[in-house]
DNA sequence: AAGACGTGGAC
DNA sequence: TGTCCAAGTCT
């Protein structure tokens, strides 16, 4: 059963972030697959002002796929700071090595070849074969579900995220031309980013106010599924994570147990987390203490 | 397939 | 202040 013939979005996007598009150093026509591979890692659930110093850092330090995959992972997850999530480092450097076992030490054009790497997911994969290579496929990330959304199901919000029916949506947006289709990939990021926001979109500005379905049924309110509520961050076994992994992050040498659980009152809590830890490959026990990954 | 996973900024 | 959100992925 077809869906209702989509507004045709992609040539007023694409004139708007011809002129508005941030100069975001990832999107400078000289920088590496590698050096995509690795925003899109960071760019993770993290806004685009706390990754560019990191990026930029990272990629003076492990300019190749091969520099990152002959140091341990601790380095890794050392250079990855607070940025957060920090198995993300950890899955970037098994990245690295299986870019290098597999494909020569050359990042893979092919979405299946990214697919395959650790932490590269359908995001990531079709972002770095769009925006590194070229290829004609949609790329959806969660501005993008937002514009999708508003502009051409008039909602004020994504239904929850699915692969499939998401890709089929900005499938019957993308231009034909390759070029364009690139183009209109980062554009409708740009897009949801910095107009088409969730708190305050500014549609005064937005090049598609006149065809967007959203504002024309006069942005009504979301009547969807709520989101799960995010648990509070204060007191959570996600702070204590945080707290053990810059502690260990920190010393250069083994953290004895004594030293650990000196950072949180509640034992139990912070036995937890180290478990968890230690399961995630973040942290290994040795005998003088915990120390950051060296494999 | 719902829930876990860091951290910080904005309102 | 607390709540929501942020270029998702994995189990």
């Known amino acids: 059963m077809p869906r209702p013939a989509a507004p045709d979005l992609a040539p007023a996007v694409n004139e708007w972030f011809a002129d508005a598009a941030r100069p975001l150093p990832w999107r400078a026509a000289e920088v590496s697959p590698w050096a995509v591979l690795v925003s899109e890692f960071m760019l993770q659930q993290t806004q685009v002002d706390r990754v560019l110093p990191r990026w930029e ?21 050392r250079a990855w700071d607070r940025l957060g999530y920090p198995r993300r480092a950890l899955w970037l450097h098994r990245a690295a090595v299986e870019i290098v ?13 990214l697919l395959a790497l650790q932490g590269v997911g359908p995001y990531t994969a079709r972002a770095v074969a769009a925006f590194a290579f ?24 994504p239904a929850p995220p699915s692969t499939a029916r998401d890709l089929a ?16 990939n980062a554009a409708a990021m740009e897009l ?14 937005c090049p598609v106010s006149d065809r967007c379905a959203w504002l024309r049924a006069g942005s009504p309110a979301y009547d969807g599924p709520r989101k799960p509520k995010q648990a509070r961050f204060a007191g959570s076994d996600r702070q204590v994570r945080g707290l053990v992994m810059r502690e260990l992050r920190a010393a250069h040498r083994p953290v004895t147990r004594a030293e650990i659980m000196g950072i949180w009152a509640d034992a139990v809590q912070l036995e937890r987390a180290i478990s968890g830890l230690i399961a995630d490959g973040l942290a290994v026990e040795t005998g003088e203490g915990m120390t950051l990954p060296e494999a």
Request: proline fraction near 9%; charged fraction near 25%.
């Open 192 to 205: 949801g980013a910095t107009v088409c926001t969730a708190r305050a979109p500014q549609c005064g500005v």
């Open 169 to 184: 949506a900005m499938s019957a947006l993308l231009p034909e031309s390759p070029h364009e289709a690139r183009a209109f």
């Open 57 to 77: 850092a990272w990629i003076r330090r492990w300019p190749t796929p091969a520099s990152l995959a002959a140091e341990p992972a601790a380095e890794a997850v």
């Open 134 to 157: 070229g290829v004609r496929v949609p790329v959806v990330d969660t501005n993008t579900r937002r514009v999708i959304a508003r502009a051409v199901d008039g909602n004020a919000e």
């Open 101 to 113: 076992e597999r494909h020569g030490g050359e990042v893979p054009r092919g979405v299946d070849e």
